[in-house]
């Protein structure tokens, strides 16, 4: 039996950890559920994105989803503890946390890139200081740089990374990648960085978490089952600002997807150990 993976997400944020499931599991059908009428989903009201993402919930598990993946921090700091309260147990739901846990474990000053909102919201503070001891870890603000992602507009986005690049502090030896649209360009952040500076992204971590949920393990060889777009809820095919990434290229394919393929950082080769990997449970997510 085919089993199924809904990702929601309003938009390109959710093809890292999209292609990550599709590299360690092919056999696993993938729903990708982006919103692009009602995106970007970090200006709206809390009530508005509850709404949006239960309701394209229930709409993915009544389209044959086994489990539910919120490749959003946005999305995952404000619905998924209703997404969970609708649909658990009878279909995990996994959500998102930026890699602080990894950055914090190496004793090193670090800094997080994030949106704006993110950067000055409880969610941030309290992973903060969770996982990163005082003083360890700075918080910068990145204006405009999803936005651009999003649009795979490439002068926007070499101008969103110089700004956030010139924000961080030298003493930084990684940046975490608090959003998951940066991973998508995850080259021209390390060529606006100090040479050596590490970065660390959850979307393999979120991806290896949703196996676990399923109960199934990895299988990179497995025979590549079918990849359907949604947008707004009617099935179609993926913008063309995803296909600009080499991620939205291979999924848009609909054959296996090559490591060289998934964005580079420091996450990225490690095993999915569930005592390494597995997303911390932040207070409320």
Known sequence: MVRRVALIDSGCGLLPTAGWLRHLRPDLALDLY???????????????IVDRVVSTGRLAVARGADAIVVPCNT?????VVPLRAALEP??????????????????LPFAVWATERTTASEYQ????????????????ACPGLATAVEHA??????????????????RARSVVLGCTHYPLVVDDILAALPPGTGLHDSSRAVAGQALR??????DPEAEPAEVRVHLGGEEGALPAAALAYPIGRALA??????????????ESGRGTD????????????
């Open 34 to 48: 982006l919103d692009p009428e009602g995106m970007p989903w970090g200006s709206k009201p809390s009530d508005w």
């Open 75 to 79: 999305a995952s700091v404000t619905a």
């Open 90 to 107: 009878d279909h995990p739901v996994v959500a998102t946390v930026p890699a602080v846990k990894p950055a914090g474990a190496t004793g």
């Open 125 to 140: 503070a309290d992973l903060l200081e969770q996982f990163a001891a005082p003083g360890q870890a700075d918080s910068v």
């Open 153 to 170: 507009d490439a002068a926007a986005v070499r101008d969103a990374i110089a700004l956030a690049a010139a924000r961080t502090p030298a």
């Open 213 to 218: 949920r399923l109960g199934i393990p990895e």
């Open 253 to 266: 394919r609909g054959g296996r997807i090559a490591r060289p393929e998934l964005p580079a950082t420091d």
């Open 274 to 285: 569930p005592d390494t990997a597995e997303q911390p449970a932040l207070r409320g997510v």
